[in-house]
């Protein structure tokens, strides 16, 4: 249950996108963005492992229409990113930035709470919380290393990793969407 969590957390995939972002930010702030990135994505997981079931039943939400969603908010993220031309300035990174877009729906979004409400499924609790807090150990060492990664990239190869992360996003967001889809209309 380690790995379904890895691929769907995905930290390094993030890593792109994580990198620009904090490379603007003094050292000693930058420790606050990463808990603060960590802490939304612990929160947000913890409280859909306790609440998630509940709360699509009372709102009459599936997993499949979360998917939909989930991967249209994504695809909306990733076309902006990469359709932009890159002249106009990057907004000054703020610690909200750390909660939305990084820690939701980056670190912890549509594919790692389903995935995680999915889980509890398949295995007790416990389990599920362990292999939930193992994945954001190994966030928070990849966060926390960033600064070695943007002095071996660069500022011209983050932006091409960049554009690339983004355009994976956009075809991880068409998957949420077919996945979803597919529920509504089995072949």
Same mark, same amino acid.
């Given at each position: ?6 691929? /769907? ?6 890593? *792109? ?8 930010? +003094? *050292? ?6 990463? !808990? /603060? ?11 859909? =492992? ?9 709102? @009459?939400?599936?997993? &499949? ?21 890159? &002249? ?14 990084? $820690? ?14 999915? =889980?509890? $499924? ?12 193992? %994945? ?8 926390? %290393? &960033?600064?070695?990664?943007? $002095?071996?990239?660069?500022? @011209?190869?983050? +932006?091409?990793? &960049?554009?690339?992360? !983004? ?7 068409? +998957? ?12």
């Amino acid at each position: 249950m380690f790995v379904p969590l890895f691929v /769907t957390m995905d930290p390094l995939g993030i890593l *792109p996108f994580w990198v620009p972002f904090v490379g603007a930010i +003094q *050292p000693r702030r930058r420790r606050r963005v990463v !808990y /603060t990135a960590l802490a939304t994505g612990l929160v947000l997981g913890l409280a859909f =492992l306790g609440l998630g079931r509940g709360i699509f039943l009372l709102l @009459g939400i599936t997993v &499949s229409d979360f998917l939909v969603a989930g991967g249209v908010v994504l695809l909306a993220i990733s076309l902006r990113d990469l359709l932009s031309s890159g &002249s106009e300035a990057p907004p000054a990174p703020t610690e909200l930035m750390a909660v939305v877009p990084i $820690g939701t729906p980056l670190l912890v979004g549509p594919a790692a709470i389903s995935m995680l409400i999915l =889980l509890t $499924g398949l295995f007790s609790l416990w389990l599920v919380v362990l292999a939930f807090l193992a %994945n954001l150990l190994l966030a928070w060492l990849v966060f926390a %290393n &960033s600064e070695r990664i943007i $002095g071996l990239f660069g500022k @011209g190869g983050l +932006q091409a990793v &960049s554009k690339v992360s !983004y355009l994976l996003l956009a075809a991880i967001a068409i +998957q949420l969407i077919r996945r979803g889809l597919a529920d509504f209309f089995p072949s």
